[in-house]
């Protein structure tokens, strides 16, 4: 039972994420952020330290692409780029402590809308 709302809760996870950047995106707000911000941000935190390149490999989103969007989110402060290795062309992403207070107000969310949507339905119909 517990595998059939976790996936149910991710479907509503990826649902949400689009809706909420599409929230942000036509609000007032000072952050103008997308979908693929928000997923971009979704994958540092899973992995907590993460290279550019992977990004654009895990998202299959372009290295200029993946550029373009760091870069922003580094303007605004939520992500932070540090060096890694001696190449200094190569760095690690990690989010900013405000960039972990969105995501994680975002997951309560999705977590409540998650429950409150299960409880209307019968385990089939969340499978």
Known sequence: ???????????????QCVLMARRVQASDEPMRLNWKHFDIMALIKERE???PSAISEMLHISRSSTSKYLKYLEEK???????????RRSHQVTLTHQADDILENIYKGYRQNALQAGEALTSDEIA
Not at 10 to 15: N, R
Not at 77 to 87: F, M, N, P, R, V
């Open 1 to 15: 039972m517990k595998n059939q709302y976790e996936a149910f809760e991710q479907a509503l996870a990826k649902l």
């Open 77 to 87: 402060e939520l992500i932070e780029k540090t060096a890694h290795g001696s190449d």
């Open 49 to 51: 330290s993460i290279e």
